[in-house]
């Protein structure tokens, strides 16, 4: 299982909270001590909130079911796409669409459309358009290709949503919660660690403490679906064993059966 060390977690300023007057009271039990008009989080806390939520992505993981991860922030989304989209997995790093969770069937007509446009392109259909529709359609798979591209084959509702910063991403976190979706998330001190189900007390804000937390998460997601592979190759292993061990016992049988008749 991936883990990290409180060291690391110090040195990429995971425990640096918001000021003081912005802190939110369910937060006290992740803060270690105030410093300058700062919160300073605690890192103990943070290992352990981290472990526990990458042992449940782990396993969500293993069962095949797929998790979107969502960080709209400037600061998040070139990090969220390096770690996590060699996994294969969803997420969102532009404006949440409303309704992405709660009207998911809404999505899916809207992924078609992108898909239809595609396949118009490919046999030539669009070449029969005017100059004006083509550009028009051109526009309009931009635009969804923006919004909806990375979750294009997300055909059904994930397993788990990650989120960096609920407080930005509440209406992800309303709609997760809603369908009974397990939530995980970086919670800042600014930040209701109730509203989700496995709270990571970290820094939402800098770079380095977003790209180790999503590192930690990726890597473990990782391990999980090599896993997984390795499972279903030794049980198709095991499988076509017994079936050619079942298949020699019933060419004996047949074998034998024909002399006694002989």
Same mark, same amino acid.
């Given at each position: 299982?991936?883990?990290?060390?409180?060291?690391?977690?110090?040195?990429?300023?995971?425990?640096?909270?918001?000021?003081?007057?912005?802190?939110?009271?369910?937060?006290?039990?992740?803060?270690?001590?105030?410093?300058?008009?700062?919160?300073?989080?605690?890192?103990?806390?943070?290992?352990?909130?981290?472990?526990?939520?990458?042992?449940?992505?782990?396993?969500?993981?293993?069962?095949?079911?797929?998790?979107?991860?969502?960080?709209?922030?400037?600061?998040?989304?070139?990090?969220?796409?390096?770690?996590?989209?060699?996994?294969?997995?969803?997420?969102?790093?532009?404006?949440?669409?409303?309704?992405?969770?709660?009207?998911?069937?809404?999505?899916?007509?809207?992924?078609?459309?992108?898909?239809?446009?595609?396949?118009?392109?490919?046999?030539?259909?669009?070449?029969?358009?005017?100059?004006?529709?083509?550009?028009?359609?051109?526009?309009?798979?931009?635009?969804?290709?923006?919004?909806?591209?990375?979750?294009?084959?997300?055909?059904?509702?994930?397993?788990?949503?990650?989120?960096?910063?609920?407080?930005?991403?509440?209406?992800?976190?309303?709609?997760?919660?809603?369908?009974?979706?397990?939530?995980?998330?970086?919670?800042?001190?600014?930040?209701?660690?109730?509203?989700?189900?496995?709270?990571?007390?970290?820094?939402?804000?800098?770079?380095?403490?977003?790209?180790?937390?999503?590192?930690?998460?990726?890597?473990?997601?990782?391990?999980?679906? $090599?896993?997984?592979?390795?499972? @279903? %190759? #030794? +049980? /198709? !292993? *095991?499988?076509?064993? &017994? =079936? $050619?061990?079942?298949?020699?016992? @019933? %060419? #004996? +049988? /047949? !074998? *034998?059966?024909?002399? &006694? =008749? $002989?």
């Amino acid at each position: 299982m991936t883990t990290v060390d409180v060291k690391k977690l110090l040195d990429a300023g995971v425990h640096f909270g918001h000021l003081t007057r912005k802190r939110h009271p369910n937060m006290t039990p992740y803060i270690f001590m105030e410093k300058n008009g700062t919160h300073i989080l605690d890192l103990n806390q943070t290992v352990h909130k981290l472990d526990e939520s990458l042992k449940a992505l782990s396993k969500i993981a293993k069962t095949g079911r797929r998790i979107l991860f969502v960080a709209t922030k400037k600061q998040a989304k070139d990090i969220l796409v390096k770690h996590i989209k060699p996994l294969n997995m969803p997420y969102i790093t532009e404006r949440w669409p409303g309704g992405m969770l709660t009207n998911f069937v809404t999505i899916r007509k809207a992924v078609k459309k992108m898909t239809a446009i595609d396949k118009m392109k490919e046999d030539g259909t669009i070449s029969t358009l005017s100059k004006r529709e083509r550009l028009q359609l051109d526009r309009k798979r931009g635009k969804l290709e923006k919004d909806l591209g990375s979750i294009s084959d997300m055909n059904r509702l994930p397993g788990a949503v990650f989120i960096v910063d609920i407080v930005k991403e509440k209406i992800a976190v309303s709609e997760a919660k809603k369908l009974g979706i397990p939530t995980f998330a970086m919670v800042d001190t600014n930040s209701d660690p109730n509203l989700v189900d496995f709270p990571i007390p970290a820094n939402d804000d800098a770079s380095k403490s977003i790209d180790i937390i999503l590192a930690c998460v990726a890597n473990a997601i990782q391990e999980s679906l $090599k896993e997984r592979e390795l499972d @279903k %190759k #030794s +049980k /198709d !292993s *095991s499988e076509n064993k &017994k =079936s $050619k061990d079942s298949s020699e016992n @019933k %060419k #004996s +049988k /047949d !074998s *034998s059966e024909n002399k &006694k =008749s $002989k």
